[in-house]
T-cell receptor, first 113, second 116 residues
Framework: LAKTTQPISMDSYEGQEVNITCSHN???????ITWYQQFPSQGPRFIIQ?????VTNEVASLFIPADRKSSTLSLPRVSLSDTAVYYC??????????????WGLGTSLAVNP | DTEVTQTPKHLVMGMTNKKSLKCEQH?????MYWYKQKAKKPPELMFV???????INESVPSRFSPECPNSSLLNLHLHALQPEDSALYLC???????????????FGPGTRLTVL
Protein backbone atom coordinates (compact mmCIF):
# COMPACT_ATOMS: atom_id res chain seq x y z
CA LEU A 1 0.00 0.00 0.00
CA ALA A 2 1.18 3.48 -0.79
CA LYS A 3 2.32 5.66 2.08
CA THR A 4 2.02 9.42 1.98
CA THR A 5 4.30 11.98 3.58
CA GLN A 6 3.47 15.66 3.89
CA PRO A 7 4.81 18.56 5.98
CA ILE A 8 3.33 18.77 9.46
CA SER A 9 2.72 22.49 9.30
CA MET A 10 3.09 25.56 7.10
CA ASP A 11 2.70 29.28 7.63
CA SER A 12 1.62 31.84 5.08
CA TYR A 13 0.17 35.32 4.74
CA GLU A 14 -3.02 36.51 3.17
CA GLY A 15 -2.82 36.91 -0.58
CA GLN A 16 0.10 34.55 -1.03
CA GLU A 17 0.11 31.33 -3.03
CA VAL A 18 0.61 28.22 -0.91
CA ASN A 19 2.02 24.98 -2.24
CA ILE A 20 1.78 21.81 -0.16
CA THR A 21 3.70 18.81 -1.43
CA CYS A 22 2.83 15.21 -0.68
CA SER A 23 5.22 12.31 -1.31
CA HIS A 24 3.82 8.92 -2.28
CA ASN A 25 6.77 6.87 -3.52
CA UNK A 26 4.87 3.58 -3.66
CA UNK A 27 1.83 4.84 -5.51
CA UNK A 28 0.21 2.09 -7.57
CA UNK A 29 -0.78 2.33 -11.20
CA UNK A 30 -4.47 2.58 -10.42
CA UNK A 31 -4.19 5.00 -7.51
CA UNK A 32 -5.59 8.50 -7.63
CA ILE A 33 -4.40 11.39 -5.48
CA THR A 34 -7.02 13.29 -3.55
CA TRP A 35 -6.86 16.24 -1.17
CA TYR A 36 -9.25 17.06 1.63
CA GLN A 37 -9.49 20.14 3.84
CA GLN A 38 -10.59 20.02 7.46
CA PHE A 39 -11.50 22.89 9.77
CA PRO A 40 -11.49 22.37 13.55
CA SER A 41 -14.46 20.37 14.82
CA GLN A 42 -15.75 19.76 11.30
CA GLY A 43 -15.60 16.84 8.92
CA PRO A 44 -13.11 16.86 6.05
CA ARG A 45 -14.18 18.41 2.77
CA PHE A 46 -13.08 17.28 -0.70
CA ILE A 47 -10.87 19.80 -2.50
CA ILE A 48 -9.45 18.20 -5.60
CA GLN A 49 -8.45 14.90 -7.17
CA UNK A 50 -6.10 13.92 -9.95
CA UNK A 51 -4.28 11.07 -11.63
CA UNK A 52 -1.55 12.80 -13.62
CA UNK A 53 -0.36 16.18 -14.95
CA UNK A 54 -2.45 19.10 -13.75
CA VAL A 55 -5.97 19.49 -12.48
CA THR A 56 -7.58 22.83 -11.65
CA ASN A 57 -10.90 23.74 -10.14
CA GLU A 58 -12.37 26.86 -8.57
CA VAL A 59 -10.58 26.22 -5.29
CA ALA A 60 -7.14 24.82 -6.06
CA SER A 61 -4.75 23.24 -8.53
CA LEU A 62 -3.09 19.87 -8.28
CA PHE A 63 0.23 19.23 -9.98
CA ILE A 64 1.37 15.64 -10.50
CA PRO A 65 4.71 14.94 -12.20
CA ALA A 66 5.13 12.15 -14.70
CA ASP A 67 6.54 9.67 -12.18
CA ARG A 68 3.56 10.34 -9.87
CA LYS A 69 5.74 9.89 -6.78
CA SER A 70 4.66 13.22 -5.43
CA SER A 71 1.95 15.78 -5.90
CA THR A 72 1.55 19.45 -5.04
CA LEU A 73 -1.62 21.14 -3.92
CA SER A 74 -1.58 24.81 -4.88
CA LEU A 75 -3.88 27.30 -3.17
CA PRO A 76 -3.86 30.68 -4.94
CA ARG A 77 -4.08 33.89 -2.92
CA VAL A 78 -4.96 32.36 0.43
CA SER A 79 -7.14 34.13 2.96
CA LEU A 80 -7.56 33.70 6.71
CA SER A 81 -10.41 31.29 6.06
CA ASP A 82 -8.00 28.87 4.39
CA THR A 83 -6.44 28.13 7.79
CA ALA A 84 -7.12 24.41 8.12
CA VAL A 85 -5.55 20.96 7.97
CA TYR A 86 -4.97 19.61 4.48
CA TYR A 87 -4.85 15.85 3.94
CA CYS A 88 -3.31 14.04 0.99
CA UNK A 89 -4.93 10.69 0.17
CA UNK A 90 -3.88 7.97 -2.22
CA UNK A 91 -6.14 5.16 -3.26
CA UNK A 92 -7.56 3.01 -6.00
CA UNK A 93 -11.12 4.01 -6.92
CA UNK A 94 -11.63 0.64 -8.53
CA UNK A 95 -10.77 -1.31 -5.39
CA UNK A 96 -14.42 -2.06 -4.92
CA UNK A 97 -15.65 -3.20 -1.57
CA UNK A 98 -12.11 -3.60 -0.42
CA UNK A 99 -11.22 0.00 -1.15
CA UNK A 100 -8.78 1.49 1.27
CA UNK A 101 -7.58 5.01 1.13
CA UNK A 102 -4.25 5.94 2.63
CA TRP A 103 -4.56 9.22 4.52
CA GLY A 104 -1.52 11.38 5.10
CA LEU A 105 -1.00 12.80 8.58
CA GLY A 106 -2.14 16.19 7.35
CA THR A 107 -0.53 19.60 6.95
CA SER A 108 -1.72 22.28 9.32
CA LEU A 109 -1.78 25.53 7.35
CA ALA A 110 -1.87 28.80 9.27
CA VAL A 111 -2.66 31.92 7.24
CA ASN A 112 -1.65 35.13 8.98
CA PRO A 113 -2.96 38.64 8.33
CA ASP B 1 -29.07 18.70 -0.51
CA THR B 2 -25.37 17.88 -0.23
CA GLU B 3 -25.32 17.56 3.51
CA VAL B 4 -24.56 14.73 5.88
CA THR B 5 -26.07 15.28 9.30
CA GLN B 6 -24.96 13.67 12.54
CA THR B 7 -26.55 13.60 15.95
CA PRO B 8 -25.76 14.26 18.67
CA LYS B 9 -23.00 16.86 18.28
CA HIS B 10 -21.58 15.98 21.67
CA LEU B 11 -21.97 12.89 23.82
CA VAL B 12 -20.63 12.08 27.25
CA MET B 13 -21.12 8.54 28.46
CA GLY B 14 -19.95 6.24 31.19
CA MET B 15 -18.27 2.93 30.51
CA THR B 16 -21.44 1.01 31.34
CA ASN B 17 -23.79 3.08 29.20
CA LYS B 18 -25.36 2.17 25.88
CA LYS B 19 -25.75 4.96 23.38
CA SER B 20 -26.14 5.42 19.64
CA LEU B 21 -24.76 7.83 17.08
CA LYS B 22 -26.91 8.68 14.10
CA CYS B 23 -26.06 9.79 10.59
CA GLU B 24 -28.34 10.76 7.73
CA GLN B 25 -27.89 11.73 4.09
CA HIS B 26 -30.40 12.45 1.34
CA UNK B 27 -28.09 12.57 -1.64
CA UNK B 28 -29.01 9.10 -2.85
CA UNK B 29 -25.56 7.83 -1.99
CA UNK B 30 -25.22 4.07 -1.75
CA UNK B 31 -22.05 3.97 0.34
CA MET B 32 -21.76 5.15 3.92
CA TYR B 33 -18.81 5.18 6.27
CA TRP B 34 -17.89 5.51 9.93
CA TYR B 35 -14.54 7.03 10.86
CA LYS B 36 -12.87 7.68 14.19
CA GLN B 37 -10.60 10.68 14.53
CA LYS B 38 -8.30 11.41 17.45
CA ALA B 39 -6.86 14.87 17.99
CA LYS B 40 -4.23 15.90 15.43
CA LYS B 41 -4.59 12.61 13.56
CA PRO B 42 -6.24 11.74 10.24
CA PRO B 43 -9.58 9.95 10.25
CA GLU B 44 -9.36 6.17 10.68
CA LEU B 45 -11.82 4.08 8.75
CA MET B 46 -14.01 1.84 10.92
CA PHE B 47 -16.85 0.53 8.77
CA VAL B 48 -18.11 0.78 5.20
CA UNK B 49 -21.66 0.02 4.08
CA UNK B 50 -22.38 -0.52 0.43
CA UNK B 51 -26.01 -0.80 -0.66
CA UNK B 52 -26.97 -1.15 2.99
CA UNK B 53 -24.72 -4.14 3.53
CA UNK B 54 -21.59 -4.09 5.67
CA UNK B 55 -18.67 -4.44 3.28
CA ILE B 56 -15.70 -3.43 5.40
CA ASN B 57 -15.07 -3.83 9.12
CA GLU B 58 -11.57 -2.62 9.94
CA SER B 59 -11.20 -5.02 12.88
CA VAL B 60 -13.20 -2.73 15.10
CA PRO B 61 -13.93 -4.02 18.65
CA SER B 62 -17.40 -5.45 19.12
CA ARG B 63 -18.31 -2.69 21.57
CA PHE B 64 -18.94 -0.68 18.37
CA SER B 65 -21.89 -2.04 16.41
CA PRO B 66 -22.91 -0.42 13.13
CA GLU B 67 -26.36 -0.58 11.61
CA CYS B 68 -27.75 0.65 8.31
CA PRO B 69 -31.58 0.61 8.57
CA ASN B 70 -32.03 2.06 5.07
CA SER B 71 -30.04 3.77 2.35
CA SER B 72 -30.25 7.16 4.06
CA LEU B 73 -29.47 6.24 7.63
CA LEU B 74 -26.44 4.91 9.44
CA ASN B 75 -26.20 4.22 13.14
CA LEU B 76 -23.31 3.35 15.41
CA HIS B 77 -24.33 1.61 18.61
CA LEU B 78 -21.95 1.99 21.52
CA HIS B 79 -21.72 -0.26 24.54
CA ALA B 80 -19.14 -0.71 27.29
CA LEU B 81 -16.74 1.78 25.79
CA GLN B 82 -13.36 2.63 27.24
CA PRO B 83 -11.94 6.10 27.92
CA GLU B 84 -9.53 5.61 25.00
CA ASP B 85 -12.55 5.46 22.70
CA SER B 86 -13.07 9.17 23.27
CA ALA B 87 -12.73 10.81 19.86
CA LEU B 88 -14.56 12.59 17.06
CA TYR B 89 -16.74 10.10 15.19
CA LEU B 90 -17.32 11.05 11.59
CA CYS B 91 -19.90 9.73 9.20
CA UNK B 92 -19.41 10.05 5.45
CA UNK B 93 -21.20 9.01 2.29
CA UNK B 94 -20.27 8.64 -1.34
CA UNK B 95 -22.17 7.79 -4.47
CA UNK B 96 -20.61 4.35 -4.68
CA UNK B 97 -17.60 2.54 -3.24
CA UNK B 98 -16.05 1.90 -6.62
CA UNK B 99 -16.17 3.19 -10.12
CA UNK B 100 -14.08 4.61 -12.87
CA UNK B 101 -13.06 7.50 -10.69
CA UNK B 102 -12.70 7.99 -6.99
CA UNK B 103 -16.01 8.82 -5.43
CA UNK B 104 -15.88 11.97 -3.36
CA UNK B 105 -16.82 11.38 0.24
CA UNK B 106 -19.11 13.88 1.93
CA PHE B 107 -18.48 14.09 5.65
CA GLY B 108 -20.78 15.10 8.44
CA PRO B 109 -19.63 17.45 11.23
CA GLY B 110 -19.01 14.56 13.57
CA THR B 111 -20.02 13.59 17.09
CA ARG B 112 -17.54 14.49 19.81
CA LEU B 113 -17.62 11.50 22.17
CA THR B 114 -16.22 11.53 25.67
CA VAL B 115 -16.12 8.30 27.66
CA LEU B 116 -15.71 8.74 31.38
Amino acid sequence: LAKTTQPISMDSYEGQEVNITCSHNNIATNDYITWYQQFPSQGPRFIIQGYKTKVTNEVASLFIPADRKSSTLSLPRVSLSDTAVYYCLVGDPNAGNNRKLIWGLGTSLAVNP
Amino acid sequence: DTEVTQTPKHLVMGMTNKKSLKCEQHMGHRAMYWYKQKAKKPPELMFVYSYEKLSINESVPSRFSPECPNSSLLNLHLHALQPEDSALYLCASSQYTSGTRYNEQFFGPGTRLTVL
